[in-house]
Structures are given as structure tokens and as C-alpha cells.
């Protein structure tokens, strides 16, 4: 008798889990509105795509090597870089506020490991405080996002280009 694994590998059903092969892998772009972001991607992105190149040329390739090869650097760079995209943020939140959840979280985090019970209370004192810096960041950020909607909605409606 075949295993599940045995007999979708004998139909061509082989799971991307067995195989090694990588599932579709989203990124957090919303880093890329940061242009340092931007700077240390096109960076790493640069000496990746170099190293490779100098690698691909010492030995004799396939095609297939090449585009798996790019494929491995791009989405290794991406991963570093981008960070997986976790969740869906929303587009007006900033770079700033990502930043401080991502900070929060690990506050979080320190909670959870703490040995003894004055640590714990230290941190989450310190959670308490980041969490509000996290609101009130998030009010900001759309208030602002509202703002700039209501301008381009009244210059549209001066100008005539409703839709």
C-alpha cells in the first residue's frame, strides 16, 4: 500500500512541501514607499545578482540553473529586505506606524519570555506605552489619509473631473 505522498508523486501531484519547491510568497511593499527601503534593495538586489553572475560564469550551466538561480536570489533578497507580507495593512498607514507595531510586537514577545514577575510588570508597562504611541500613530496616519482624500475630491469637483 502507497502513501498520500507516494501516490500523488506517482500522478504528478507532488506537494510543494515534499518537494522543496516554494508556495507563491507575497511581500510587505508597502516598505518599498520608503526610499531607504528602496536604496537597500536596489543595493543587496545589485551584489546578489553580481555574486551570481560571477558563479554562473566559472561553470557550465543550463538555462534552467539560470532561472532558478534568479529566482532563489530574488526571492531571498525579497524575504530579507521586504519582510513577508504577514498581513494586509492598509495603504494609508505609514512607514513609521509599520515601524512601531513591529516594535509593539516585540514588546509583546518580551512579555511572554520574562522569568520573574518584576520584569513581566516592567514590560508590560512598557507594552502599555507602545500600544498607545500605535494608536495614536494609526489616528494620525488615517486623519491625514481622510485630509488628502477631501482635497483631491474638491480640487476634482473645481475642476470638473468627477467620476
Known sequence: MLSKVERNALVGWESHWTTGQTALQ???????RDTN???ELKIAL?????????????EETTMEDNWNGTKEVLTSTCQEV???????????ISIKTLDKIKERKNKKTAINNNRTRVEEVQAQAEYI??????KRSI????KKYVEELATTAEKAAREGNMK
Do not use: P
Not at 50 to 55: K, S
Open 129 to 134: 506605552e507602545a500600544n498607545k504611541q500605535v
Open 37 to 39: 527601503k528602496i536604496n
Open 139 to 142: 489616528r494620525a496616519d488615517k
Open 26 to 32: 507575497r511581500f510587505n511593499i508597502a516598505f518599498l
Open 82 to 92: 521586504l519582510c513577508l507580507n504577514k498581513h494586509h495593512h492598509k495603504e494609508w
Open 46 to 58: 545589485n551584489n546578489r545578482f553580481r555574486a551570481l553572475q560571477d558563479l554562473l560564469k566559472e
